[in-house]
């Protein structure tokens, strides 16, 4: 093999070896890669096992997922009746109209228009025994017609609860504010909030001025946290999945990054051989000059 043959065959050797040397190291940040997510497919699998949820029992001691209605629900037998607040006192509620709107029903679930014929009426067995209404506006009340009354009361925030022949009449506090949070509608994002400790949950009660007092659900009967196996079946089976592919990966990479190994070792050694090549020829054709 001629010099300059040689020269060129060493080069082109040089250069794949070269590329042969990037590829390996390619892989080796590929399999790199894939250990990283294989350690987040594991984490991501661990706390699906772990997770957990907020419940609350029925009266017939039965347990579902907490809610934003059951806690806000007035009904003891269907709901907590209490309150959600933030840590500066704010009433979260999912939407601005939730704060004028209240519940106008009676126990059996009927419009206050249907519990009452007129308006009157609705004044002297509700309004009545308000000492803080005068008597002039008893009388401007009664000469409303039902619609007219009602829409004030809820452009005004006053809430009116219906139980058989008992009426209450509430009307919000002046300084009362509302946080709204359209995800409390989301159990998920509830019981983050609730966990946390930047919610609270707070009962009606009647030794209070302010007609609440908080709720440490922690250790109550009522609502209790506990281990969410609903999803296991369906996270060790994504869990797997995902591993078998992984491995199936990396074992591919494993074969090419052997296969390069294999090709660096053959070109390492023709390199030698044309270095070898290529000295002789130096040799032979110069030392004539020596």
């Known amino acids: 093999m001629g010099l300059a043959a040689s020269q060129g065959r060493y080069l082109c050797l040089t250069a794949r070896m070269s590329d042969l040397v990037y590829e390996g190291q390619q892989i080796s940040q590929q399999r790199l890669a894939l250990a990283r997510e294989t350690q987040t497919v594991a984490e991501d699998y661990t706390k699906a096992l772990s997770n957990t949820k907020m419940e609350y029992r029925l009266q017939d001691g039965t347990r579902q997922q907490l809610n934003y209605d059951v806690i806000t629900d007035p009904n003891p037998d ?60 008893i009388a401007k009340y009664s000469k409303m017609s039902l619609n007219e009354l009602v829409q004030k009361f809820k452009n005004e925030n006053i ?21 709204f949070d359209e995800n409390c509608k989301n159990p998920e994002y509830l019981q983050q909030m609730l966990t946390s400790g930047e919610w609270l949950l707070q009962q009606a009660t009647p030794l209070k001025d302010e007609g609440w007092d908080n709720f440490l659900w922690q250790g109550s009967t009522a609502i209790s946290e506990v281990n969410d196996t609903s999803d296991d079946a369906a996270a060790e089976a994504k869990y797997e999945a995902a591993t078998i592919e992984l491995q199936r990966k990396d074992k591919m990479l494993e074969l090419r990054l052997e296969q390069v190994q294999t090709e660096e070792n053959a070109v390492e050694k023709e390199l030698d051989s044309v270095k070898e090549i290529i000295d002789k020829n130096v040799e032979s054709s110069f030392k004539t000059f020596a």
């Open 159 to 179: 809430t009116i609860s219906f139980n058989e022949d008992k009426y209450s009449y509430l009307k919000s506090e002046s300084n009362q504010h509302y946080l």
């Open 78 to 137: 269907t709901g907590l009746c209490m309150r959600i607040v933030d840590v500066n006192g704010n009433i979260v509620v999912p939407s601005q109209s939730s704060s004028i709107n209240a519940s106008y029903k009676d126990a059996d679930g009927n419009d206050v228009n249907e519990v009452f014929s007129s308006a009157e009426e609705f004044v002297n067995k509700v309004l009545k025994n308000d000492a803080s209404i005068s008597d002039n506006d």
